[in-house]
């Protein structure tokens, strides 16, 4: 029985090699021997007009070549597949990319591994705990054989450090990010950590991870259209192994992201799969299109991240705004710009002239005058990811969220999501990072969304959230089972016109620690709630009621 992911994927190669020609023959490239030409011999054929290129099957030990190993602009209407090919990346900087696509249409890459020569993180089990002489807990501490070691000048631990459960091999639940605790190498080879708190969840035998060094991205495209990558393992990844600025309507099919082999030595298996996030996607219209893709191991960010930019209002007069230039600032004429601010502004308003100043800010003309307070912050919404889709995907076991979409007219369907530190789906903007923007027309529908929220700081399993305006708008969230989350399932903030209509859920999950209890769902600075056809249990040792209705909330249908 063909199923509709394989159907479509079928499509999709059917569409792309229909502008070959029918009779089109691939062009083999590639010796497992001779890896230091396959870029240069894929650079060739493409030159030479071939569109269908097999990559020799093998492993190849990439060049480092102190940039993007394979840089490939504006390629149009070309399959690149490497069946039962492993490349292996031993440029490990930040700009060495693997593949680096840029203003590329129509180019189906398939049936690659792609790892790199060293991982990306530190891994290492706690020996022994202790007190400090404040009461403070205190761990001993040792990387693991073959994994990388503190540097030996250190005086704190780089970053932050999350703890992974000796039992589950995954993050350990009521904990979160530790940064910056103090560290001293001690004589064997080991440090001691302080962790400056009392009620750190550390157990014997636990493992401490963490970032390490600054490694590439593996698929980094860059104003790239309707390009599609599928069949693709990613393994030993850094920040966002796949990379999406600008361009729009790329597809992303049955990638996987895991965790790598074994270094050299080592006896213990790689935990953390990815150093940041997994798929990290900005500025493009329409957004990806991600679909049976499989996040598995530790995250130590994000695993799917959508967004726009902010900029930000210095001077308004009449109907012309005067703004910050900051990336990826795409208003356009005849296009529309979301504006608002942490004291409930919100408008859209209408663009009609766009003038880029020499001293880097850009002058705006909008349609008529509107009380645009300065400092608030704007975006174009076409630039946001608008349109995306996150379709039967499994993730989860991030410190952070599995899902963070801050875009228009987007699915989330049928995703199992589990284990997130954060939200499994968080949908709205952060001021903080400048990551535009409110969300209207979003469909979160049938997905399987259970033990999430688990870090100390951790958050609702599907979060709508705002920062002091009423901007989210028109949000079903239907037909999903939420289960045993833990710091409550839904809370809807800062929005309006926000439907949740047949789903079961689940009282939160009790935490393994004294932490106060929450809600399951939770509602602040909100009108227009509905709620219908929801089957909602408690438990006998509940002591909460299943809503919370807070601040600022008016036209309520509850449950």
């Known amino acids: 029985m063909v199923t509709r992911i394989s159907l479509f994927i079928v499509l999709i190669s059917a569409t792309v090699l229909s502008t070959l020609g029918a009779t089109a023959s691939p062009t083999v490239v590639g010796d497992p021997a001779k890896p230091d030409l396959l870029p240069s011999a894929l650079q060739r054929a493409y030159q030479q007009v071939a569109r269908s290129i097999v990559i020799m099957r093998g492993i190849y030990k990439l060049p480092d070549t102190g940039g993007p190993v394979f840089a490939m602009t504006r390629w149009r209407d070309a399959v ?16 060495e990319d693997c593949f680096q696509l840029k203003h590329c249409h129509h180019l189906l890459l398939q049936d690659l591994t792609i790892s790199q020569s060293a991982v990306p993180n530190y891994q290492g089990r706690v020996q022994s705990i202790g007190r400090d002489a404040s009461g403070n807990l205190t761990a001993v501490w040792k990387a693991d054989t073959g994994y990388p070691d503190l540097p030996a000048s250190t005086s704190t631990f780089p970053g932050a450090l999350n703890v992974v459960d000796a039992h589950t091999h995954e993050l350990k639940v009521g904990d979160g990010d530790t940064y910056n605790a103090p560290v001293a190498h001690l004589s064997n080879g080991s440090w001691r950590i302080d962790f400056r708190n009392s009620a750190q969840l550390v157990s014997v035998g636990d493992w401490l991870v963490g970032r390490y060094g600054t490694p590439p991205i593996k698929l980094h495209l860059v104003n790239c259209r309707n390009c599609t990558i599928q069949n693709v393992t990613l393994l030993r990844n850094g920040f966002a192994p796949i990379r999406e600025e600008g361009g729009g309507g790329n597809r992303y099919i049955h990638c996987t992201l895991r965790q790598g082999p074994m270094p050299a030595g080592a006896d213990t298996p790689d935990l953390v799969t990815n150093a940041a996030d997994g798929m990290h996607m900005t500025g493009s219209y329409p957004g990806p299109d991600i679909e049976d893709c499989y996040f598995t191991g530790v995250f130590l960010d994000d695993c799917i991240a959508i967004h726009g930019y902010f900029s ?10 005067t703004t910050t230039k900051a990336a990826g600032d795409n208003a356009v004429v005849g296009g529309s710009i979301r504006i608002s601010n942490a004291n409930g502004f919100y ?14 800010t850009t002058t705006l003309t909008i349609k008529s005058s509107l009380p645009i307070p300065v400092g608030a912050k704007f975006s174009n919404p076409l630039a946001d990811g608008a349109g995306y889709k996150i379709i039967s995907c499994r993730l989860g076991d991030t410190r952070s969220r599995g899902i963070l979409a801050k875009a228009d007219d987007g699915t989330i369907e049928n995703n199992v999501i589990s284990h997130c530190g954060m939200s499994a789906i968080s949908l709205g903007p952060e001021y903080y990072w400048d990551e535009a923007d409110y969300v209207h027309s979003v469909l979160v529908q049938g997905n399987n969304i259970q ?21 989210n708008q028109h949000v079903l969230i239907t037909n999903n089972r939420f289960f045993s989350n833990y710091q409550g399932d839904l809370v809807i903030e800062w929005a309006h016109y926000v439907a949740v ?6 009282a939160p999950h009790l935490w393994p620690a004294t932490v106060h209890q929450v809600a399951p769902i939770r509602l602040d600075h909100c009108n227009n709630i509905s709620f219908a056809n929801d089957n909602l249990y408690n438990t006998t040792f509940w002591s909460l009621p299943l809503v919370h209705v807070g601040h600022d909330v008016k036209d309520i249908t509850l449950p």
């Open 80 to 95: 690149i597949t490497g069946k039962g090919v492993t490349l292996i990346m031993t440029g490990l900087k930040w700009g």
């Open 312 to 321: 930000q209002v210095k001077s308004v007069v009449g109907n012309m705004i």
């Open 347 to 360: 408008e859209d308003a209408k663009v009609s002239a766009v003038k880029n100043n020499p001293d880097g």
């Open 451 to 471: 033990y999430n929220g688990g870090a100390t700081y951790g958050g609702a399993a599907v979060w709508v959230h705002g920062h002091g305006a009423v901007g």
């Open 501 to 506: 209509t047949n789903n079961v859920v689940r």
